[in-house]
C-alpha cells in the first residue's frame, strides 16, 4: 500500500480546501478542470499528486483575479501552460476516438482561457490597457 509524503497530504488537503472553498463536490471540479473524475479523487485522496502547475492553474481559474500570483509566476506559469496546449495539441491529432478529441478539446479550451487571464492580468498591472 502506497502511504502518503508529507507533501502529498498537505497537497491533497490543499486540494479538497479549494474545491470546497469553491462549493464543488469531486465531481462537479472534476467537470470544471475536463479530467477525469477518478483522477480528482486520486489527487485529493493523495494515491497522486497533480502536478505543480496543475495546482497553480486551479488555482487560478477559482481566483478571478489571479491575486495570489506576482508577474514572475505569471510568466512561468503561462510559459508552462503553452508547453501544456502544445502537448494536448500533439495528442488531439493523434487521438483514435471521438470521446478521447472531445476530452482532449476541452482541456486545451480551459488551459487557453487561464493563459489568456494570465496575459491579461499581467498587461492591466503594467498599465496597459488589456484590449
Not at 510568466?75 to 496546449?85: C, F, N, P, Q, T
Request: glycine share 6%; with cysteine; hydrophobic share 35%.
Amino acid at each position: 500500500m502506497h502511504s502518503q509524503t508529507g507533501g502529498e497530504r498537505s497537497v491533497s488537503r490543499r486540494l479538497k480546501a479549494l474545491r470546497e472553498q469553491y462549493g464543488y463536490t469531486q465531481v462537479g471540479a472534476a467537470e470544471r478542470f475536463g479530467i477525469p473524475v477518478d483522477t480528482w479523487r486520486s489527487w485529493e485522496s493523495g494515491r497522486r499528486c497533480p502536478a505543480p502547475y496543475m495546482m497553480r492553474l486551479m488555482e487560478l481559474y477559482l481566483d478571478s483575479k489571479g491575486r495570489f500570483l506576482n508577474v514572475e509566476e505569471r510568466r512561468e506559469l503561462a510559459a508552462a501552460v503553452s508547453g501544456r496546449i502544445e502537448s494536448l495539441a500533439a495528442l488531439y491529432t493523434s487521438a483514435s476516438s471521438e470521446e478521447k478529441r472531445r476530452s482532449l478539446s476541452k482541456s486545451i479550451s480551459v488551459l487557453n482561457h487561464i493563459r489568456l487571464r494570465l496575459f491579461l492580468t499581467e498587461e492591466t498591472e503594467d498599465g496597459e490597457d488589456p484590449s
